[in-house]
């Protein structure tokens, strides 16, 4: 059954601290991975996208890794700021019959900043 | 950019109403999907089409139909709300494939009393 494993589950840092979340997946056939925002009560934005040959992507101060051999990924999250605290999803894909991608969701990572 | 309209933010039904959620894409995207998103359990999928006309079930079909008559608008319909249905639903649209990502809307947030 595909999977993807979020860790942690939550995490408080400070404002301007520096932090990592990670994401394991058991996902085939691994199409891409991707790393979404959402604010509380909203809908999930696009941070980075990732294919198999990728294995690091920036966004701003937002910068995604892929290991496609040990099928783990980080979101690295620089200089903090207020703005992002918010859940941070990893979501990947695998390549369905028909030509669809089915989505495979991990929980996410609450991540609160504190001033 | 593309946009995903979902075409109500809060929405609040009685139980035994029939609800319908509508998602619209303006983006000419094939694949489109419906979540629910509820605390603890993360996305689960309904309902993805990848045509006009064409619809699978996801991981949590049961209480939920869908339809797809034209390209941009997928609905979500719940024939007859139940509380257990009150939940976060997000729509989804994208082109599906390795390089490409998907766009969500803003979520609708039902609630069944």
């Known amino acids: 059954k595909n999977q993807v494993e979020q860790s942690p589950q939550s995490l408080i840092i400070l404002e301007g601290k520096n932090c990592t979340l990670q994401c394991n997946y058991t996902v085939s056939p691994f199409s891409n991975l991707r790393w979404y925002k959402q604010d509380t009560g909203r809908g999930p934005v696009s941070l980075t996208i990732?294919?198999?040959?990728?294995n690091t992507k920036s966004n701003g101060r937002y910068t995604a890794t892929l290991d496609a051999d040990t099928k783990q990924s980080s979101l690295h999250i620089t200089a903090s700021q207020l703005s992002d605290s918010a859940s941070y999803i990893c979501v990947v894909s695998a390549r369905l019959e028909g030509g669809a991608d089915g989505l495979t969701f991990g929980k996410g990572t609450h991540l609160i900043i504190q001033p | 950019d593309v946009k995903v309209t979902q075409s109500s933010r809060y929405l609040v039904k009685r139980t035994g109403e029939k609800v319908f959620l509508e998602c619209v894409q303006d983006m000419d995207h094939e694949n489109m999907f419906w979540y629910r998103q509820d605390p603890g359990l993360g996305l689960r999928l309904i309902y993805f089409s990848y045509d006009v006309k064409m619809k699978e079930k996801g991981d949590i079909p049961e209480g939920y139909s869908v339809s797809r008559e034209k390209k941009e608008r997928f609905s979500l319909i719940l024939e007859s709300a139940s509380t257990n249905q009150t939940s976060m639903y997000l729509c989804?649209?994208?082109?599906?494939?390795?390089?490409?990502?998907?766009?969500f809307g803003s979520g609708t947030r039902l609630t069944v009393v």
């Open positions: 989804a649209s994208g082109l599906g494939g390795r390089a490409y990502g998907y766009t």
């Open positions: 990732m294919t198999f040959s990728e």
